[in-house]
């Protein structure tokens, strides 16, 4: 039996770890002195309110040794083999701590981990393509090669309400975030290359640039893989959810259009309102 392990900034939804059957990793979110479990015992609306009356980001840290060399172990005595996924390696330790804890746990020959070299649901479409192969009953050598083909065509990208939290952890200067919030800017980012990259800002109430940033990958979107596309946000309006979701619907290109909300790892970096539309290239 092959069985899919997951760090927990792969931001899929309880229902979709509970179909596929991934467990779960959690990295750890830091809020001063205390420390907390991705999706365990926080919440990213009380991030935001712990960041917001500290004008502080919390600080986030790989998922526990311990906690991941129990379950390798427990795989490999089963006789089970497992493909584990992390975040991109430029962003976290996880993925090091994840291929440590195998070796430690005598289970490296069983346990493939992967770099998904992105973020969130980028990460969550590659486990959900594994989940799908593993009931097909294919082996851990052709699930490897399959996910290290389908990772460079992983198109992952989102629109910021608020440059603070992305200021407050480093990731853009306090001129840059002073002027977008003067300027109602908010960038597009996209991940190249297991790294975050701005790519294009746009101007305007968020409703509007979360629209116009959609329409802008039509093009990308009607030649994507036809499985599956991600929206996943940070805390929007619902009824901008079902405008982005409708839109996608009229392209009648996906078989399934996926909404997730962002976990708190993502939530702490990019602040409430992002959103972003996840999926896999066909080209």
């Not at 800017?185 to 790294?195: A, C, F, N, W």
């Not at 929206?231 to 392209?251: F, P, R, W």
Request: aromatic content about 6%; hydrophobic content about 40%; overall charge negative.
């Amino acid at each position: 039996m092959i069985r899919i392990v997951a760090d927990s900034t792969c931001d899929l939804s309880p229902e979709l770890k509970d179909k596929y059957g991934v467990a779960i990793l959690p990295l750890f979110i830091r809020l001063g002195d205390e420390e907390y479990r991705d999706g365990e015992n926080i919440t990213p609306d009380e991030i935001y309110r712990w960041a917001d009356a500290h004008h502080q980001t919390p600080k986030t840290a790989a998922c526990d040794m311990e906690t991941a060399k129990k379950l390798f172990r427990e795989i490999a005595q089963a006789g089970d083999e497992a493909v584990c996924f992390a975040i991109s390696g430029h962003m976290s330790t996880t993925v090091n701590a994840m291929r440590l804890a195998a070796e430690e746990a005598g289970a490296q020959d069983r346990v493939l981990v992967v770099d998904t070299q992105n973020l969130s649901t980028g990460g969550g479409l590659l486990v959900l393509a594994a989940a799908d192969m593993a009931r097909q009953g294919c082996s851990l050598p052709e699930i490897a090669e399959a996910v290290e083909e389908l990772r460079g065509r992983v198109r992952a990208s989102f629109v910021v309400d608020t440059l603070t939290y992305l200021h407050r952890g480093g990731r853009c200067s306090g001129v840059a975030a002073l002027m977008g919030g003067a300027l109602r800017l908010h960038p597009k980012i996209v991940v190249q290359e297991g790294r975050m990259q701005p790519e294009k800002k746009y101007r305007g109430r968020m409703s509007h640039v979360v629209m116009n940033y959609v329409r802008d990958m039509e093009e990308s979107l009607r030649r994507a893989d036809s499985a599956r596309v991600f929206i996943t946000h940070s805390g929007c309006d619902q009824a901008l959810l079902d405008e982005v979701k409708a839109y996608l619907t009229g392209l009648g290109r996906f078989r399934e259009i996926l909404i997730t909300r962002a976990g708190g790892v993502i939530s702490s970096h990019c602040g409430p309102g992002t959103l972003g539309v996840l999926y896999v290239s066909g080209e």
